[in-house]
């Protein structure tokens, strides 16, 4: 048996957390706990966390699960459950390690030997971006995402509408239907922009559009899917099984995207993708983290039949000061090939992390926030 004997915190640039778990019996897990922007918070949690973990059987997942969520009386939410996402992907790393098997071959097996992935271009206000989607289909890339738009009022200007449509056409231009297109609204489009904007962005046909309005306004999503046939996606701010059910009873959405760092980790995204399956949604998880995040991404849609494509953040816009394989003894793992990742083989979570590196960037004064935007009258906008 082999019981939790340590945990190490490192928060590291650009804007990450890793976990190390250690056993008695020295057996290593990695793990992502980390709210963008909350490192400092996240890792507090983690560490009043710690006394319910140390001398546990490092394999008994399900029930240090239900013991960390339940156990303290006041549940969900970002901090509390990112905590728990990063704890729970260390956990599955350990176990796979000890019985030799990556994760997704204890989660069912393999359905698929690769997934597709897509890369992010344009940055926060997007600018430049059919060159930047020229650059990554030339890399290999069949799928981009960008911000759809600055921030906008509640009520805004046509000639902001006419920007979006503009930078979508440039793309178009430039390479057709070669490459898949994706807006985020990144919650930043209130109701009625939201309404108008999707309805003029039809003929170009996109592959999703994400988070249209803020998830906290459900009812919206179902009032937008009625004025739009473009797939809606939405989940990254949704914490645990209960928090995505409503989104899928009501109908609002057609691809879900809880986050491995963020929604409970590898088996609690697993079960919110099989509820997912049963309203005949699809699977597309949030990950502009790190290669820990993005290894427990990959092992839950190598196993998960409606896992359609995986967001990964190499050249991010938010990633200064280190990027996504710099963490890894062998980047290689996650090369893309015509637009896909083959499966991850190794053990447990798949990826060798190199220790030493994540020491020698380890910034404990590390601040990544984002940034505050305010409307030209000076009332705050959305982010």
């Known amino acids: 048996m082999s019981r939790i004997a340590s945990l190490d915190l490192f928060k590291v640039p650009p804007r990450w957390l890793f976990l190390k778990v250690v056993t008695d019996d020295g057996v290593v897990g990695w793990g992502e706990p980390v709210v963008e922007g909350r490192a400092t918070t996240v890792a507090a949690a983690v560490r009043e966390m710690e006394e319910y973990l140390i001398g546990r059987d490092a394999t008994e997942i399900e029930d240090i699960w239900q013991v960390l969520y339940r156990g303290g009386f006041y549940r969900g939410g970002p901090v509390l459950m990112s905590a728990i996402s990063g704890i729970e992907q260390a956990l ?11 994760v997704y071959k204890m989660l069912g097996g393999a359905v698929r030997q690769k997934i597709r992935v897509y890369s992010w271009i344009g940055g926060d206000r997007p600018s430049d971006v059919a060159a930047e989607a020229k650059a990554k289909y030339d890399a290999g890339m069949t799928a981009i995402k960008m911000n759809a738009t600055e921030e906008l009022g509640w009520i805004d200007s046509y000639e902001k509408v006419d920007e979006v449509l503009a930078r979508v056409q440039a793309i178009r231009d430039a ?100 509820m997912a399956e049963a ?46 394989l710099d963490y890894l003894e062998n980047p290689a793992l996650f090369e893309y090939e015509n637009g896909y990742i083959k499966l991850l083989k190794g053990p447990g979570l798949g990826v060798s992390i190199n220790e030493e590196v994540v020491r020698q960037k380890t910034d404990e004064n590390m601040n990544w926030k984002n940034p505050v935007w305010r409307l030209e009258d000076g009332t705050i906008a959305e982010w």
């Open 92 to 102: 599955w790393d350990i176990t796979g390690k000890i019985y030799g098997l990556p």
């Open 279 to 324: 309203y005949d949604v699809a699977l597309a998880p949030h990950c502009p983290l790190g290669p820990i995040a993005l290894a427990a991404c990959l092992q839950v849609d190598f196993c998960t039949p409606n896992a359609i494509i995986q967001e990964q953040s190499l050249n991010i816009h938010y990633n200064v000061g280190a990027d996504l």
């Open 175 to 274: 390479l057709g239907q070669k490459i898949d297109i994706a807006l985020d609204f990144h919650g930043r489009v209130h109701k009625a922009m939201a309404r108008i904007l999707m309805k003029e962005l039809e003929p170009y046909r996109l592959m999703f559009v994400e988070e249209p309005v803020l998830v906290e306004n459900r009812e919206a999503f179902v009032e937008l899917r009625r004025h739009a046939t473009m797939p809606i996606a939405t989940g990254e701010r949704n914490f645990g099984r209960w928090d995505f059910k409503t989104l899928l009873t009501d109908g609002a959405v057609d691809i879900i995207q809880p986050d491995l760092s963020h929604a409970g980790g590898i088996w609690e995204v697993r079960k919110i993708a099989a």
